[in-house]
């Protein structure tokens, strides 16, 4: 099956540094999106970016599809960025496309 | 736009009892919907797509007649966990999208369940 696999598994960073995390991808990616799971257990959407380059203020994302990855740029990193960062890609299952998660980066800001 | 709202947000319930699960699209029909369960730290685990007007589609190991899904809507999803057990305590969230296609998914705020 499809393999998403994320790295840095767990990242501690002080007020203020960047950041880049990475999602790799088993085969050719036509959809990927990655989303910030906050300490409460909500799930926001931060950017749905099958290829090239987005960007939403201080984060940032870029997919090259061909060498199947992704990465997600935080830049000058907060407190209220800590939480769990999943990247997603999804498979064609009877006419649907069905998410697979990767297992996510913990990542910690302190002040 | 594309808010998905899913209650309640916490409840506890006594072993043996069934608890119901709901999940909105409140401004968007939502034509498929997802259901997932995650332990702590670890990441979310499909259950289940729900398509409206259809049966659920269950992911391999996943009990159909524990975990009852409905999608009778445009707007709104089910998942209800029948004869509760305590090992059925965990986080329980829904997504939805506008399609069967190639879209954004976007979550409710997920349920904490604890069957005492």
């Known amino acids: 099956g499809i393999q998403v696999e994320q790295s840095p598994p767990d990242l501690i960073l002080q007020e203020g540094a960047n950041s880049t995390l990475r999602c790799n991808f088993s085969?050719?990616?036509?959809?990927l999106q990655w989303f910030h799971q906050n300490p409460w257990g909500q799930l926001i959407n931060l950017f749905y970016i099958p290829s090239g380059t987005k960007q939403n203020g201080r984060l940032s994302a870029t997919t090259v599809a061909t060498e199947r990855y992704s990465l997600l740029y935080i830049s000058s990193s907060q407190t209220t960025d800590s939480g769990v960062y999943f990247c997603a890609r999804f498979r064609t299952s009877g006419g649907s496309y069905i998410p697979t998660f990767g297992r996510g980066t913990s990542l910690i800001v302190h002040p | 736009g594309a808010v998905v709202s899913q209650h309640p947000s916490r409840v506890i319930c006594k072993s043996g009892t069934s608890v119901k699960i709901e999940c909105r699209s409140l401004?968007?029909?939502?034509?498929?919907m997802f259901w997932y369960r995650q332990f702590p730290k670890q990441s979310l685990m499909l259950m289940a797509t729900?398509?409206?007007?259809?049966?659920?589609?269950?992911e391999q190991g996943v009990e159909k007649d524990k975990f009852l899904i409905n999608h009778a809507s445009l707007t709104l999803s089910t998942l209800t966990v029948t004869s509760a057990h305590p090992e059925d305590s965990s986080f329980y969230i829904c997504?939805?999208?506008?399609?069967?296609?190639?879209?954004?998914?976007?979550f409710g705020n997920g349920t904490r369940l604890t069957v005492t």
């Open positions: 729900s398509n409206e007007g259809s049966k659920a589609t269950y």
């Open positions: 997504s939805a999208r506008r399609d069967s296609g190639n879209s954004p998914l976007h």
């Open positions: 401004d968007f029909q939502a034509t498929t």
């Open positions: 085969d050719s990616v036509n959809n």
